[in-house]
């Protein structure tokens, strides 16, 4: 089993970039894909990257997944922040079939 | 377009038992593992159950304990999730979830345990 940390909250100014982190415990973070949810109050989440990197149709290319295997994290990167973008954010991957979630990253577009 | 939309949920007593429904549409529901998750009034997100295209594997959180069933009806495209002796801390929204490339949510359904 393995967890995955991600920073609380996280703070930028419209028009910035920001990276949300997400580190894997145990394991390798290449060795399961991880996808990224999107969430504002009072609604579901949905899918801004799926396998690391993929974007949904319709997320916009501002949105941008990557892994590092040297810190064994993944990361979201947000550019030209929109106060759209403000949300709680998070990461999840997989350990055989069941799913680990991130404790999710709180961003605030200020 | 895909659609999942959640029913069941409501208000039950510490040790009674709930059904989730979560009903599919604009996709062909026996083509794809389906997952429920759910979240706890102001905190993250918490994975359950997911079930194999034709219902042959399920997979369980540990801490369920056996507690929660998960099962589907491809014919109806439906998928279901049976919640027996339900305590305060299973009051979550719960959601279901098509699994696949980009997962799908849905709108998910409140159950609040309270005496």
């Known amino acids: 089993n393995f967890m995955l940390t991600q920073p609380h909250s996280v703070s930028e100014s419209p028009g910035k970039t920001v990276t949300i982190s997400c580190t894997r415990s145990s394991g390798s973070i290449a060795s399961t894909f991880v996808q990224w949810y999107k969430q504002r109050p009072g609604s579901s989440p949905t899918t801004v990257i799926y396998e690391d990197h993929q974007r949904p149709s319709g997320v916009p290319d501002r949105f941008s997944g990557s892994i590092d295997s040297s810190s064994n994290s993944a990361s979201l990167t947000i550019s030209g922040l929109k106060t759209e973008d403000e949300a709680d954010y998070y990461c999840?991957?997989?350990?055989?079939?069941?799913?680990?979630f991130g404790g999710g990253t709180k961003l605030t577009v200020l | 377009e895909v659609q999942l939309v959640e029913s069941g949920g409501g208000s039950v007593q510490p040790g009674g038992s709930l059904r989730l429904s979560c009903a599919a549409s604009g996709f062909t529901l026996s083509r794809y593992w389906m997952t429920w998750v759910r979240q706890a009034p102001g905190k993250g997100l918490e994975w359950l159950a997911n079930?194999?295209?034709?219902?042959?594997?399920?997979y369980y959180l540990d801490s369920l304990k056996g507690r929660f069933i998960i099962s589907r009806d491809n014919a109806k495209n439906s998928l279901y999730l049976q919640m027996n002796s339900l305590r305060a801390d299973d009051t979550a929204v719960y959601y279901c979830?098509?699994?696949?490339?980009?997962?799908?949510w849905g709108q998910g359904t409140l159950v609040t345990v309270s005496s």
């Open positions: 079930i194999k295209q034709d219902g042959s594997e399920k």
């Open positions: 999840q991957s997989y350990d055989s079939y069941n799913w680990v």
């Open positions: 979830v098509r699994e696949f490339a980009a997962a799908s």
